[in-house]
């Protein structure tokens, strides 16, 4: 029984896609490809139907205070964990543009239609239990650190973050588990969902095959992180508008960057 267990293991291991160094280079130029495709078909409208109403959310529990509050900066920086899913359509796009085809911003819904879409909604989940396992953590950080209080407003939060002892606390500590859960989320989804829209085949192997191609270009990926968190920081700072080219762009450039290193 454990011998063929073993057998199956390595026969799956087999059939999985090979995985290829790349060097600092291709992911500039994986950018530099996702900025092309942005300006072939650009979406940045359709993501401002999406941000605005996320943006109104986040101001009400501004308003609100309580704990809402205390989570705004982790819901904003979860967009770097949920995001591979927010940008299933663009990979679409970009896979359409590489074989030709006409692009427009419609066809991004061609994605309902792969056969992998059942795989896709299996990484889906597993993103999205990182980002509400995210929320948690940092909801108990807030708390193991600052204490039960709550604050009453925006400038009450930033008081307590940039004026006390406790708010360094705070940013160090949310930021070191942060940095892990965003690492987590890179080595799921970084090239798995690409992957799956392209041959399904199924989660488990995908999500291998992105952790494999995180383990075999550590400096690569890591400079890809990188980009990845400046770039979305980057676009948040004007309330979130510039999002609506930071996000596609990313995603048409991880397309790009799949390309490079799954064979």
């Known amino acids: 029984m454990v011998q063929a267990t073993i057998t199956t293991f390595r026969a799956n291991t087999i059939t999985e896609p090979a995985v290829r160094r790349i060097g600092t280079g291709d992911v500039w130029d994986a950018l530099a490809q996702g900025w092309r495709d942005f300006l072939e078909a650009p979406t940045q409208l359709f993501f401002l139907a999406i941000i605005y109403p996320v943006v109104g959310l986040l101001l ?25 899913i927010a940008a299933l359509g663009i990979y679409e796009m970009s896979r359409r543009r590489e074989k030709g085809l006409p692009v427009h911003w419609a066809d991004a819904l061609g994605v309902f239609r792969s056969a992998g879409i059942g795989s896709i909604i299996g990484v889906g989940v597993v993103l999205a239990a990182l980002f ?90 890591a400079l890809w992180g990188l980009l990845v968190a400046a770039l979305l920081l980057l676009g948040s700072i004007p309330i979130f508008v510039g999002l609506a080219i930071v996000m596609p762009v990313l995603g048409h450039a991880t397309w790009h960057l799949y390309r490079k290193v799954v064979a």
Not at 69 to 82: D, E, N, Q, S
Not at 154 to 164: A, E, K, P
Not at 186 to 207: H, K, T, Y
Request: aromatic share 8%; hydrophobic share 55%; glycine share 12%.
């Open 60 to 84: 009400g529990a501004a308003a609100s205070g309580g704990d809402l509050l205390t989570l705004i900066w982790p819901m904003t920086a979860g967009f770097a964990l949920i995001g591979p």
């Open 132 to 221: 509400v396992a995210w929320l948690g953590c940092a909801q108990w950080i807030y708390r193991a650190t600052v204490g039960p209080e709550q604050p009453a407003s925006f400038t009450d939060l930033w008081r307590i973050v940039s004026g006390t002892p406790e708010g360094m606390r705070l940013l160090l500590i949310g930021n070191a588990v942060g940095f892990l859960f965003a690492v987590a989320a890179l080595s799921v989804s970084v090239v798995s969902i690409p992957l799956l829209l392209e041959r399904d085949v199924g989660s488990l192997a995908a999500v291998r095959t992105s952790v494999r191609a995180v383990v075999a270009n550590p400096g690569p990926m």
